[in-house]
């Protein structure tokens, strides 16, 4: 049985909304250009004065300037592609391809702030502790306006951790977006232990825990790099939605007499958009579009097939 009728078939698009400029895309460049100057100068300081702890939050730095410009570039190419007839459900999961690359990009660069950390625990150089200390401070401040800047009071990032767990809400994270979100968050926890070493080195003497911090780091960069990984890998693979969410699709359609689904799958093609396959079996069968009014509101099924078998 048909889901739909000829002429509505040709008027159908899947856009999805991926041809609006996201909210994340501006609040990127505007990061993009504060990331990029203070990883400039702590880059500088970091070498001048022989803090390796601000060193490595100035290498790291960089690779979120570069991660966040590949962001950019993911908002900017879903957009334009929006309409393009080769993407079968849109231009979205560029969102989670985005996402993706910039989590490999930064547990390259973790693993390098690691290699040069044990280096100079291997081989200490003298440290300009005041100078350092206040760069470093200076990048805190950077890296919390940028995280306040791509993540304001009451955005989806505050959670800290992916939104597919199916509470019926059907809210899926913008992977690009919150790519950079951990990126400039990583980059404050990092400022943030280098302070603390400064400070250990300058007042105590624990010049060593310069290095033991860019570990530290190090370990903590490549935390939200796999963390970002799995999540924007589900997306591109289309791993289904979870039990919960297709648990409430089948009880609601299941909900007709004599109705069972046979067949249900569910995944991501985008931020916020979902698509699903359904196959259900009765023996006095509605409609395919009956069936959709029965789907529950908030799970962001956007684009729904509906294949009926009469028993």
């Not at 995944?267 to 916020?272: A, D, S």
Request: aromatic share 6%; with cysteine.
């Amino acid at each position: 049985m048909s889901t739909s009728s000829l002429p509505e078939r040709r008027r159908h698009e899947h856009v999805f909304g991926q041809d609006e400029p996201r909210a994340g895309e501006r609040r990127t460049l505007i990061v993009i250009a504060l990331t990029a100057a203070m990883m400039v100068v702590e880059i500088i300081a970091g070498a001048a004065f022989g803090s390796m702890a601000l060193l490595a939050d100035g290498l790291h730095m960089a690779s979120h300037a570069a991660a966040l410009s590949i962001t950019a570039a993911a908002y900017v190419y879903a957009r334009r592609h929006s309409r393009d007839e080769r993407f079968c459900f849109g231009t979205g999961k560029v969102n989670a391809l985005g996402g993706f690359a910039s989590a490999v990009l930064l547990g390259a660069f973790a693993a390098l702030m690691a290699f040069e950390s044990v280096a100079r625990l291997i081989h200490p150089v003298a440290i300009a502790f005041d100078q350092a200390i206040l760069v470093a401070v200076a990048g805190l401040v950077v890296n919390a306006a940028s995280a306040l800047i791509l993540d304001p009071p009451g955005g989806q990032n505050r959670h800290g951790h992916p939104h597919e767990h199916g509470h019926g809400h059907g809210h899926e994270e913008d992977h690009n977006l919150r790519a950079a979100y951990l990126h400039v968050l990583a980059d404050a926890l990092t400022s943030l232990l280098a302070i603390f070493a400064l400070m250990l080195g300058k007042f105590a003497g624990l010049n060593r825990m310069d290095p033991i911090m860019g570990i530290a780091g190090a370990v903590l960069v490549a935390y939200w790099a796999l963390g970002l990984l799995r999540g924007a890998s589900s997306a591109l693979l289309d791993r289904q939605a979870a039990a919960t969410t297709r648990a409430a699709i089948q009880s609601s359609l299941e909900s007709t007499a004599g109705t069972r689904v046979l067949d249900l799958h569910v995944w991501t093609i985008g931020p916020n958009v979902r698509a699903a396959i359904i196959a259900v079996v009765a023996a006095e069968p509605l409609t395919p579009d009956e069936y959709k009014a029965l789907l529950p509101g908030g799970l962001g099924l956007a684009h729904v097939t509906v294949e009926v078998h009469r028993a």
